[in-house]
Structure formats: C-alpha cells, structure tokens
C-alpha cells in the first residue's frame, strides 16, 4: 500500500476479507439472520399497504458486497420510503410494535424529522431507521427516492428477491455518508473498497461526473484515496490521476487516518467533525448552506435543554447560536490546556 500515513493506520484495515468482517459467532449469525427475516416481513407488509421502499445497508448490503447477510455486523434495518408515505409506512411499523426511540429524549417528532429525514423505532431487541431522506438537511445526500427507484437492483434474501439501490448509487452514497461521519469506522472503509473490487464493470466517470455534478466529486476521490490507503484496493483506473493529484483529498485522507489512531477520533471533537465537512465541501453555496445550519438550526441538545411549546419554537434559533458559540469556546480552551507551555529562550553564552 502507498501513501500511508503511518503502518500503524493501514494494519487497522489491511487485507481486509469477509471472515474479519464479522464477529464470527453464532450470536452474530443469528441475529444477522433474524434481521434479514425481520427485513423480508417489513417488505411484504408495505408492499401489502402498496408503500414504496428502498432497503439499504444493513443485511442487503451484506449480500451485495459480501454475498451472505450474516459476512457484515449490523444491528439495525434502514429503510427508505416516499416522504408523502412516510406517515403511512410509520404506523404500519407502530401496529407490529414499533415505538419510537426514547433517544434524544424530549425530541418531538416533527422537529427531529425536520432536521434528520428520519427516525428511529425499536421493538424488543430490533431497530428499524425509517428515513424519506438520505444524510441529514445539514448534510444532505443527493440520491432523491425516484431516481434510486428507477434504477434499483435485486439481491437474493431470504428465499425471495429484494430491490435495493444500484451499485452505481451505492458508490455515491457510501462516499457522501462516510464523508458526513468523516469515516469514523473503520468498517465503512472496508465496505467502499469491497464494493470497488467486486465492481469491475462500474462506469467510474460517470460515477464521478454524477458526483462533480452535486457537488460531491471530492468526497468520491476521498473514499477511492482511503480505500486503496488503508484496505489496498486501488481506484480504478479511469480515476487513478484523478486521485493522486488532487492536494485536499490527500489532505483529508490524513486527517482521517490520524482521527482512526487517535484517543478522542472526530465523533468526540464535533468542531473538528465541522471542519472537516467545510472541507470535504467543493462548492461556496454548499458550505454557507451548511455553516448556516450549524449556526442556527436547533437540535436534540436545543430541546433537551430546554421545553418549549410549539408557539414558542422560534426561541431555539436564539438559543442554537449561544450554544454553539459556547461549545466551541470550551472546545479552543480545552485545545489550548492541552498544548504544551512554551520554552524558555534559550541565552546564548557569554
């Protein structure tokens, strides 16, 4: 492997093969397999409501990039529906015993959809992610419902054939979402190199042509950068030059490295996280978009601080920027506590 930040980094990942992916036990196998039955049944019953849905990651993915649902740890089903079926396909999972996720806590719905696309549901021991978006409207991914739909493609499940999105889209979205969590786990690096070695046939410029097009070009050179980095697949060669020439996605492929070696990764420094999707940005709008909503659209840590009503919605825009700006002034205090103090000149002698 070439242009490694360090040994250390590319032994987290390298050479990864399907028996290192999964936990390779029986506890993880059958949940891996009650998961994928769980999936089928969610399947047949929207399709019985006549609700579109896309299944994604989860054991799908498993079986397209590692060919088995139980060769990938997973813990959760992530599916995608229309936003206009959204309510529907909610309380068709409310009447198998769904509920909503205590977590954030005091997080009304609407709010909490109005900022993530989605939301979570639990049922005994089973999660379900139901999203009408793909990423967040702080970091949105560009794969809308009917485009992913009029291209999908099927995977065997369970004694039946399920829909699930394209290889094509899949390059797209597990760039975008490993850019949006700045490749926090190590595994969705695996998954992305996975995908370009059992892909020969991908059209990769228009791939790419698709990314530059949303703005979203450099995040696609940064997950090819670390899947040939850190797992040794190299891109294909149609963006092989693409790649290396390109400084900011060197850059950043460090910054990544660094932060999977690190005691505090970019999960626990979210001004660092910040940073780093300004940077994985290509285009002025898209980063003022995001600034934007960083500064001033409240969350679950807004709503958990404090319970208003809903007439009253309108003083978290006044509360988000405080919280935000207080944050990351413990963050620069914190930063600069941690350098050491500076040496004492040295004289020279007389």
Known sequence: MQ???SETAAQLVRGARVPELQSATPLHAYRSLRLARELVTLLDLFDRHHVQAIPFKGPVLAVQLYGDPANRYYDDLDILVRERQFDEALELLHARGYELSPEPPRSPLQRWLRVEGQCHLVRDADRVELHFALGSFGFPIPLDFD????RLESVHLGGRIVRTMSRDDLALYLAAHGAKHAWERREWIVDFAQLVRTSPSLDWPCIAATARA??????LLLALKLAGDLVGVPPPQ?????VAADKRVRALARDVEASLLETRPFAERPGARRVFHLRVMERLRDRAHYAGHVLFTPGPVEWAT???PDRLDWLYY????????GTYARELLRAGADMPPPSAPRCAAR
């Open 3 to 5: 242009n490694r930040l």
């Open 318 to 325: 006044v509360l988000r920027p405080m919280r935000i700006a």
């Open 238 to 242: 149609a963006l092989v030059s693409r």
């Open 306 to 308: 404090l319970a208003l």
């Open 147 to 150: 485009t992913l739909w009029s």
């Open 214 to 219: 949303h703005g979203e070009e450099r995040m």
